[in-house]
C-alpha cells in the first residue's frame, strides 16, 4: 500500500480513539462492577466463590503495570521491525560494495 | 413476531444507554464451578494442539522465534490499551487476529493464553477460575474465525486488505459476543435469549470501533511485514 493511505489509515485509528475521548461525555471507567450488577439480577444468589489471589495495591500500580505490558510488547515489536529493516539493508550494503552476502544463510 | 419486535426494543435499549463496561475478560470467581469446568475442558484440546505446533514452528529456526516473540507482543501491547469508545466506556482491543494470519489459530492460543495468564496473575483482570473460558473466547474462538474469514475471503478473491481488514474486526468482535454468550449460559435469568441480549448490550457496541481499529492496525502491519524477505515465509503462508 502507499504511504498516502497508510498515514490515512493511521489518521482513522486516532480519530477512532480521540473522537469519543474529546465528543462523548461518559464516565470511561472499565468498571467491572457493571457487569456483576448484570448477574446479580440475573442471579441473586450467585456469590462469587473465588477471589484474585493478588489485586494491583492501587490504580496506580495497577497502571504501572498495564504500562510494562504495553511498554514490554512494543519494545519487541519495536525490535523485531528494526530487525527486519535493518537485516534488509545490510544486505542492500552488502550487495552494493560487491561483498558476499553474510547475512544469507539466516 | 411481536417477541422479536420486542427483543429489539430491548437490545436498542441496551445499546444506546451509555454504560460504564468491564474491560474484557470473565471476572475471577464470576462463573459457577460446573461452567469453570466445562470451558477448561472445552479449551484444553486447542491448547495442546497449539502447544505441538508451537514446538515444531519454534524449531524451526531464529527467525521463526523472533516472529513468534513478535506475534504474541503485538497481542500484549493491544490487550493492554483500554481504550475510550462511542458509548462513554473503555475496553481493549485483543491483537489476536494478526498470530492467527501468520501462525494459524491454534498457536495463537498458546500465545493468548499467555497473556492472559499475565492479566490475570498481575493484573486481576480476568482471572485464574475464568481462565478457561476467557482463553475459549479470546484466543480459540476469535483467531478461528479471524482464521476462517481470511481463507474464505482471499480464496472468494476478495482484495488481500479487506479480507484481512474484516478478519481481524470479526475476530475481535466475536470475542466478546462469545464472553457474552459464556456468561449469558452461566447467568440465565428468565430467558437465555435476553440473558445473551444483555451482556451483549454491555460488550458489543463498545468494541465496535476498537475493533475497527484492530482490524486497520492489523492490515498495517501486515503489510509492513511483507514488505521483508525474512517475514515472506510466514506472511505468504497465509496466503495459500
Redesign the interface.
Known amino acids: 500500500?502507499k504511504t498516502f493511505t497508510?498515514i490515512i489509515?493511521?489518521i482513522?485509528?486516532v480519530a477512532?480513539?480521540a473522537?469519543?475521548?474529546f465528543l462523548?461525555?461518559?464516565?470511561?471507567?472499565?468498571?467491572?462492577?457493571?457487569?456483576?450488577q448484570?448477574?446479580e439480577?440475573?442471579?441473586p444468589a450467585?456469590k462469587?466463590?473465588?477471589?484474585?489471589?493478588?489485586?494491583?495495591p492501587s490504580g496506580e500500580i495497577?497502571s504501572f503495570?498495564?504500562?510494562l505490558?504495553?511498554a514490554?510488547?512494543?519494545?519487541?515489536?519495536g525490535f523485531?521491525?528494526g530487525?527486519?529493516?535493518g537485516?534488509?539493508e545490510g544486505k542492500n550494503v552488502n550487495r552494493n560494495l560487491g561483498l558476499s552476502n553474510s547475512f544469507k544463510e539466516? | 413476531m411481536l417477541k422479536t419486535k420486542f427483543r429489539f426494543l430491548l437490545l436498542l435499549i441496551f445499546l444506546l444507554i451509555?454504560?460504564?463496561?468491564?474491560?474484557m475478560h470473565?471476572?475471577?470467581?464470576?462463573l459457577?464451578?460446573k461452567w469453570v469446568i466445562f470451558w477448561d475442558i472445552v479449551t484444553i484440546p486447542f491448547l495442546l494442539l497449539g502447544f505441538a505446533q508451537l514446538k515444531k514452528e519454534a524449531a524451526a529456526g531464529?527467525?521463526a522465534k523472533?516472529?513468534l516473540?513478535?506475534a504474541?507482543?503485538?497481542?500484549?501491547?493491544?490487550?493492554?490499551?483500554?481504550?475510550?469508545?462511542?458509548?462513554?466506556?473503555?475496553?481493549h482491543p485483543t491483537g489476536t487476529g494478526l498470530a492467527a494470519l501468520l501462525f494459524g489459530p491454534f498457536i495463537t492460543t498458546v500465545l493468548g493464553f499467555i497473556v492472559l495468564i499475565?492479566?490475570?496473575?498481575?493484573?486481576?483482570h480476568g482471572?485464574?477460575?475464568t481462565l478457561g473460558a476467557n482463553t475459549f473466547s479470546m484466543a480459540v474462538a476469535g483467531p478461528l474465525l479471524a482464521y476462517g474469514i481470511y481463507k474464505g475471503l482471499t480464496k472468494a478473491g476478495v482484495n488481500k486488505?479487506i479480507s484481512i481488514f474484516l478478519a481481524a474486526m470479526l475476530g475481535d468482535l466475536v470475542t466478546y459476543i462469545v464472553t457474552s454468550v459464556q456468561?449469558a449460559l452461566a447467568?440465565?435469568?428468565n430467558s437465555f435469549g435476553l440473558?445473551v441480549l444483555?451482556?451483549m448490550g454491555?460488550f458489543a457496541l463498545t468494541q465496535i470501533?476498537?475493533a475497527?481499529?484492530e482490524g486497520?492496525?492489523t492490515?498495517?502491519t501486515y503489510?509492513?511485514?511483507s514488505r521483508?524477505?525474512?517475514?515472506k515465509i510466514w506472511v505468504e503462508k497465509g496466503e495459500h
Not at chain 2, 76 to 86: D, E, G, I, Q, R
Open positions: 500500500m497508510n489509515l493511521i482513522l485509528v477512532l480513539i473522537v469519543p475521548m462523548v461525555k461518559g464516565e470511561f471507567s472499565g468498571a467491572d462492577d457493571l457487569a456483576s448484570v448477574i439480577k440475573q442471579d450467585y462469587p466463590w473465588f477471589s484474585p489471589i493478588w489485586e494491583p495497577e503495570l498495564f504500562a505490558q504495553a514490554l510488547g512494543a519494545g519487541v515489536v523485531y521491525l530487525y527486519l529493516k537485516k534488509k539466516n | 451509555p454504560t460504564p463496561v468491564f474491560a470473565i471476572m475471577e470467581g464470576f459457577p464451578v531464529p527467525g523472533l516472529m516473540a513478535f504474541g507482543a503485538f497481542i500484549f501491547v493491544l490487550s493492554a490499551l483500554k481504550m475510550p469508545s462511542v458509548t462513554g466506556s473503555c475496553s499475565f492479566q490475570a496473575l498481575l493484573l486481576a482471572g485464574i477460575t486488505n456468561l447467568f440465565p435469568g440473558s444483555k451482556f454491555i470501533p476498537l475497527i481499529s486497520i492496525l492490515v498495517l503489510n509492513f511485514l521483508y524477505e525474512d517475514a
